[in-house]
């Protein structure tokens, strides 16, 4: 019995295998990526174009969009783009609309996202709530939105760059909300678009040295967070809970992973294999850790994270 179980068992993982390994005959298709500025958005573009993609890459600055126009064949095309912007992104979506023509756009990969302001959340207002989702939600579904018909035309997919945060909440603000909502967005666009053959796939990363872990640029932010809290939320965190949480973010570099080709090459291989996973989970941490934390009961979570975490001054 136990030798038909393994062996049933090994032929499933020879099946996936063999499956995950089939790759999309023709890539002589357009690719859109926003936020390639830096990070993964900018690795990606050109990754993809040494591929042979047509990418048009979306870029929040002029002077980034040249850089990588220096970095990669006469192929990649740039455009200026500001998710948060709705003439922007009407603006960007002719531009596509222009280039790819006919014969539609294959690939979406929304990469664009910022993590601050970053804080606890009594020390922030609305305002630094809606500055991460104008971005890392709303910006993503207004883009989706807009570029939904040509991504339909071309039968192709759409690639959504969340975080192992949209699975455990790990942070106060609005970061790890707005990765939840990046999570049921897709959810329900896979399930609606899978009827007309387009493919839905969610990169879950973990932590790695991008913009986004900019440990100075979060330092920053919390100081700034803490400037504005009340006199009444200074009194019951403290300054010792401050320069504690301030101490942990400067640590924050050493503990996030360098090779963002893990990352890049999950959002290649939902691009251009015929049957892509639904979900990857990229970076060690995210699965030997978060992954696993965001299967656990409730209970133990938050006991790990009570005991984990740095404690206000006045905690009970």
């Known amino acids: 019995m136990w030798l038909y179980l393994a062996t049933l068992v090994g032929l499933y993982y020879l099946l996936h295998w063999y499956r995950e390994r089939q790759v999309v005959s023709n890539l002589d298709k357009y690719v859109f990526i926003t936020g390639c500025d830096s990070g993964f958005g900018n690795l990606l573009a050109r990754q993809l174009d040494l591929r042979g993609l047509r990418v048009l890459a979306a870029c929040l600055t002029e002077k980034g969009a040249e850089q990588l126009r220096d970095q990669t064949s006469d192929r990649l095309e740039t455009v200026i783009l500001d998710v948060t912007k709705t003439e922007s992104i009407s603006a960007a979506t002719e531009w596509v609309k222009e280039r790819v023509g006919d014969r539609g756009l294959w690939g979406l990969v929304n990469n664009a996202g910022i993590s601050i302001p970053l804080a606890p959340s009594e020390w922030l207002t609305k305002q630094d709530f809606m500055k991460i989702l104008d971005v890392n939600l709303l910006g993503l579904i207004e883009v989706t939105l807009s570029l939904l018909p040509l991504v339909r035309k071309a039968r192709g ?3 959504n760059i969340s975080s192992i945060m949209g699975r455990v909440s790990l942070l ?3 970061y790890c909300i707005s990765k939840y909502g990046v999570e049921a967005f897709s ?3 896979r399930r609606e678009l899978s009827y007309f053959g387009v493919k839905v796939a969610v990169i879950e990363p973990g932590f790695f040295n991008t913009g986004v872990t900019n ?4 330092s920053r932010a919390i100081q700034e967070a803490w400037d504005q809290a009340s006199p009444e939320v200074k009194e019951i965190y403290g300054e010792k809970f401050l320069a504690s949480v301030k101490k942990s973010v400067k640590k924050l570099k050493s503990t996030c992973c360098n090779n963002l080709y893990l990352v890049t ?3 290649e291989h939902a691009l251009t294999a015929c049957h892509p996973r639904t979900r990857f989970s990229s970076g060690w941490d995210a699965k ?12 133990l979570v938050d006991a790990m994270i009570y005991w984990m975490s740095q404690r206000p001054i006045k905690a009970l």
Request: a neutral charge.
């Open 157 to 159: 997919r759409v690639v």
């Open 172 to 174: 106060g603000g609005s």
């Open 187 to 189: 959810d329900s666009l």
């Open 215 to 218: 440990s100075e640029k979060i």
């Open 265 to 267: 090459n999950c959002v």
């Open 288 to 299: 030997l850790l978060y992954l696993p934390m965001s299967y656990m009961p409730t209970l």
